[in-house]
């Protein structure tokens, strides 16, 4: 069984220009839990002058809360939020947040320009969140982004990535999420610093974060299992990217990758069929085409 992590009510809209309402962006994660998802992140508690997209996470995560607890969202459904500093915290906490994501860079540049905050401030904010979410006895994942290049820097070296892999470990979380932010990384690259973090971390506390941009994600997923990585994230349509990561593209589309492991045989417990039909729903709402709306196995004739 291979772990999807759905990613476009987070990473997908915060890079849209719609904005969608908290009904619609509650109405959209409901579509997504119901082809199959399992694992998505609903929101992210930073601040709205950075991120207008993700304003109002609050009232989605705590409607969505609710819902589970009444039993009209599965109770085993994880429902995820970025959470940059305690202040976010908190907020997430009160709206009943029950699995947080922390993250950092490998690109100094990077983390300034998306955190205002250096590679080591933002370690630092990330102790002290996870101090308290482990009072709360929160689940914690790590991101760390700009793994293989920064659009600011350039090319980012492995020790660096390693480094902070190093220290993000040390503190707790469960998992972390090794992000190609603008969807730059090529197999051999990926092969390269996947077996020095294995050796690290082990297989199981890695998942792969691929951006699309330059279309190498697949390529670079099917790099990782054969490494024998087993957890992915996507976004529904390939939507969104990063608003301080210019010209990146959205994530690996949820569709394309359920499609290329069920065709190799790996099940993910998704039905791609429903899912091209939410891809249906939503484009128009956020004024465009997405990737990934082809469903079906191609036809003999
Ligand atoms: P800052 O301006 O340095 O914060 O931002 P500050 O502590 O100086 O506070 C300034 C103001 O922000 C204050 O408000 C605070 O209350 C407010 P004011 O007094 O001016 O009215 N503030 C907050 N408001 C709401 N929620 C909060 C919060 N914190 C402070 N949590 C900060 C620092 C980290 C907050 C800011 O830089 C920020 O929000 N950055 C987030 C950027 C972001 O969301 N980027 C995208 C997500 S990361 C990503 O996409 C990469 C990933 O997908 C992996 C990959 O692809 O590589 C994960
Ligand atoms: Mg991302």
Redesign the pocket.
Known sequence: MIRLVELGPR?GL?NEGARLSVEMRIEFIEKLIDCGVKNIETG????????PQ?DHSFEVLKTLRAKQKSGDIPKSIRLVN?V??T??LS?AIKADVQEIAV?TSASETFSKK????SIQESLQRIEDVIKQAKKQKLKIRG?I??CWYCPFEGKISESKVLNVAKKLNAMGVYEI?I?D?IGAATPKEVRSLNKKLIKLLGKKKLAM?F?DTRGTALANILASLDMGITTFDSSLGGLGG???APGAAGNVATEDVVYMLHGMGFKTGYNLEKLVLVNKWIAPQLGRTLKGAHPFKPSKT
């Open positions: 990473d915060q992210a508690f930073v601040s709205p002058k950075w991120v993700m970025l940059p500093n202040q976010g907020d993250f998306n955190t205002n905050a991101y982004s700009t999420s992000g932010t974060h951006h990063c608003p301080y």
